[in-house]
């Protein structure tokens, strides 16, 4: 089976060249309010249409993201994006926020609706309920081996993965870091990429412990599946997945087109005798040489091969390393830095004035072009890099003379981190008047009496609305008997397949003529031409006619009729990870004590704790999660997948935070879904809980205390160490209270499951209590103290104050004030 290839486009230009590479479809924003690249420069509606005009007659597909979450007030427009994309001619609409996916398959069933991997789905469950709320696609998160994608293809619903780009360190949809940090948050398409940015591993005394080099510790590699694409059709996925809407024209030109020649390649062997060998697709020299020198941390594919460690990082750097090209074999013009013994750098003063003299001489490994970019980094002393442009082109084992700022040592390795070539060529496909044709079977009819025809039949791409690929015919002039010289079928044929500036080329032209008929060709011509636009015609048909049918936007749910949960007394309740924890809270008043599944599972509890599931519920996580989910009981959900298995067995299941609801449609769908509280994400802020919470027809809940969690990954941070011993639960790291400490001394602590998952938290403890009369008000009926972190006698105290400050509203008093150290998080200053 083919497999879909979907580039990236963060504008027009990037956007031709996805077209000229051989995309099969583009996915991009439109406007920069409701898509997870808001820094992108993202497209006009004007430019939009003329986009998917020009991608839809080259058979190029055209997808809208709208992954961000949708605030309540910001429905009604996010809607009219959609169905303003609609009638420009968008193909499908990829969604993170479950109120704005059901609006819209409300709304307008006929649209296409693909569920974005920001709304964290990873096992055959989850994509089961994506499929019974209407979702044509799934986009799954990135973490997921070969062996669980082909289990979740299994369920029938087209599947897209990540093939290549960039990599997040925490599971998509899940990342609060960079919006507690500073309120440039992932769910609004404002990432600033902490994760790219050096920490240290310390322990409870500050020591740092990562061993030498490993200072960025969220820092992965770049994903690369080349040589995976053979494997990622054989197990059913429907569409291979280009990360870089934030890329330049030349990426996309480069990387895309890489990858058609690969996919091309793994088809072509499908029919032959490599058909057996799909699993491990050999890459050609010449497409890994070109995803190398695109902007890379250099690549891995150890999520599909069911890794997650050390291999699969880039700790000592985050930008572009480009391509291992050569090395330094010499240096002249002037004098090389070095280090005395106590690393002190000792250079010549008289260096600088000569600096426009030197020159460093690279051995190249790979061939070099005229115009690329070379990084000269040494390895003793990384900071201090410089660039060179290559002058001449070299073969492999050549040697080039470049000028530089300054000399570097002997053994300097050097990278190519700018390719010429790939510039040259995306440039050269955007100047084109059409990027890209789409290739047509012709067929000629000439016949003595009766009008001369051209029959114009798309090869590949999307089929028509009656199944078939689009076909267009044009009749014109009476075909008359030549009076001098007949046409011959080589005449026709060449003739005809001028195609010049028409958006088509022919791969075949059939004749199919009587003999001795005459013509003027400039006839001819004219019927080819209309033949063309009448294929035109016929390609744009059904997105002409789906435009006259959408409807506008009307009706939004609004389920404020029903009786509010918060009528309800509140609750005092506490998220404990230890029996003493749990009593703790108790002793102090909390009404209800929710404990993280694996910590049940082991040691004498006190009755009634309800059971946590994770945020992350992949194939190999049923064992010890499902069987948590019980008939009647309540249970804490973290994600779409245990939130289906508890409707299912008709258990009582509160969404946790992790599925962020911002708007009321999204709550009435997670209710109807089988719901039975909710509670609200931090990312809220007092004004959002108040629009919300009296909606809800369900207890609402919210976590007042406690640190929130701001990453989940499947890399073990404490890898950093470089002590892994592979045995989670005999491992001694996890059992300290480590933090990873970030350039302004901020400590940020970091807990590892038995599993090797990771959970970073924030570096300030949240506190809410003073404004639990607010809360309450808004119809927050459970208030909770997050004593994840805390010890039995900070539970205890923790629980008490949240007590007192109930007491004190109900009384009329206003709750003591903000702990020292703690912060309000999003209640007042929402994210962006």
């Known amino acids: 089976m083919a497999i879909e290839l979907l580039a990236p486009a963060g504008g027009p230009e990037p956007f031709r060249a996805a077209l000229a590479a051989g995309a099969d479809a583009i996915y991009c924003g439109v406007g920069n309010d409701f898509n997870a690249r808001r820094g992108a420069h993202n497209f006009t509606y004007d430019a939009f249409e003329a986009a998917c005009r020009e991608a839809h007659l080259a058979g190029t597909r055209v997808y809208v993201t709208i992954n961000v979450v949708v605030r309540q007030g910001e429905m009604a427009r996010a809607l009219a994006l959609v169905r303003s994309a609609a009638i420009r001619g968008a193909d499908a609409f990829i969604v993170q926020d479950w109120g704005l996916f059901h609006e819209v398959h409300r709304l307008w069933p006929e649209l296409e609706l693909h569920v974005s991997t920001q709304a964290n789905v990873h096992d055959a469950r989850g994509v089961a309920w994506c499929r019974g709320q209407g979702a044509h696609r799934v986009t799954l998160s990135r973490e997921l081996s ?129 058909a057996a060998e799909l699993g491990g697709t050999p890459v050609d020299k010449a497409v890994a040489r070109r995803l190398a020198r695109a902007f890379n941390r250099d690549f891995t594919d150890a999520y599909l091969r069911g890794t997650s460690g050390d291999e699969m990082m880039s700790y000592e750097r985050s930008n572009n390393r480009g391509q291992l090209v050569g090395e330094v074999i010499a240096s002249s013009g002037g004098q090389v830095q070095r280090r005395d013994g106590r690393g002190n750098l000792h250079r010549d003063p008289r260096q600088d004035r000569r600096a426009a003299r030197c020159t460093v001489t ?7 072009g005229a115009g690329d970019l070379l990084e000269l980094r040494p390895k003793d002393n ?122 088509f080329e022919p791969v075949s032209v059939e004749v199919d003529m009587d003999e001795g008929c005459g013509m003027g060709f400039s006839e001819a011509h004219k019927v080819r031409t209309a033949a063309c636009e009448a294929l035109e015609r016929a390609i744009m048909e059904p997105y002409v006619a789906r435009a006259r049918g959408l409807a506008q936007v009307s009706g ?93 067995l008709g258990a009582a299941p509160e969404v946790r935070g992790c599925i962020p609801v911002h708007n009321a449609s999204c709550l009435a769908a997670l209710e109807r879904a ?101 809360l309450v008000a808004a119809g927050v009926t459970r208030l909770a103290v997050d004593a994840t972190l805390l010890d039995e006698g900070e539970a205890r105290a923790a629980v008490a104050r949240l007590v007192r400050a109930l007491d004190a509203v109900a009384a009329g008093r206003k709750p003591a004030a903000r702990e020292r150290h703690a912060t309000s998080g999003h209640l007042f200053s929402g994210i962006g």
């Not at 946590?612 to 064992?623: G, K, S, T």
């Not at 039975?676 to 369900?698: C, F, Q």
Request: net charge negative.
């Open 146 to 274: 070969l062996a669980e994608i082909e289990r979740i293809a299994e369920e029938g619903v087209e599947l897209e993965v990540f093939g290549h780009g960039a990599l997040c360190f925490c599971y998509s949809g899940v990342c609060l870091m960079s919006s507690m940090a500073g309120g440039r948050s992932a769910n609004r398409g404002l990432c600033a990429q902490p994760c790219r940015l050096p920490y240290d591993l310390v322990d409870e005394r500050g020591r740092a412990l990562e061993a030498p080099g490993r200072t960025r510790p969220l820092c992965p590699k770049d994903a690369c599946t080349a040589s995976d694409v053979g494997a990622l059709m054989a197990a059913g996925v429907g569409s291979l997945k280009v990360e870089g809407r934030m890329k330049a024209p030349d990426y996309v030109w480069s990387v895309v087109g890489a990858y058609r020649e690969q996919i091309d390649d793994v088809l072509a062997g499908m029919a032959g005798p490599k």
């Open 362 to 368: 690279v051995r190249v490994s790979e061939p070099v």
């Open 382 to 503: 990384p900071d201090a890099f410089l660039t060179a442009t290559v002058p001449v082109d070299a073969r492999a084992g050549g040697t080039v003379e470049c000028k530089v700022a300054r000399p570097m040592p002997k053994g300097c390795p050097a990278r190519l981190i700018r390719s010429k070539a790939a510039h040259d060529g995306s440039s050269q496909a955007l100047s084109r008047e059409v990027t890209r044709k789409r290739p047509v079977r012709v067929r000629v009819i000439s016949r003595l009496g009766r009008p001369f025809a051209v029959e114009l039949t798309c090869v590949g791409g999307p089929l028509g609305q009656d199944g078939a690929l689009p076909r267009a015919v044009a009749e014109g002039f009476v075909v008359e008997p030549a009076r001098t010289r007949a046409v011959t079928r080589d005449d026709l044929a060449e003739h005809v397949g001028r195609m010049g500036s028409s958006a």
């Open 556 to 648: 939004l749910e609004d389920d404020t009729d029903h009786p509010a949960a918060r009528t309800a007394a509140p609750e005092v309740c506490a998220i404990a990870m230890t029996p003493e924890v749990a009593r703790a809270a108790l002793d102090a008043g909390a009404a209800r004590v929710y404990v993280p599944s694996d910590e049940l599972a082991q040691g004498a509890w006190p009755e009634g704790c309800v059971p946590v599931l994770d945020e992350v519920c992949r194939e190999p996580d049923h064992a010890r999660l499902d069987a948590w989910v019980r008939t009647g009981e309540p249970v804490a959900v973290g994600n779409v997948s245990e939130l289906a298995l508890a409707a299912q």
């Open 674 to 774: 089988g719901a039975a509280g909710v509670w609200l994400s931090p990312e809220l802020t007092l004004e959002e809980i108040s629009e919300l919470a009296p909606r809800a027809t369900v207890p609402v809940g919210l976590v007042v205390s406690g640190r929130p969690r701001v990453m989940t990954s499947e890399h073990c941070v404490l890898q950093t160490a470089n002590a892994c011993i592979h045995d989670c639960p005999r491992c001694a790291l996890r059992g300290r209270r480590l933090s990873l400490r970030d350039r302004d001394g901020k400590l940020l602590p970091v807990r590892t499951d038995l599993h090797g998952r990771s959970r970073i938290y924030d570096a300030f403890p949240l506190d809410l209590t003073p404004q639990t009369g607010e």
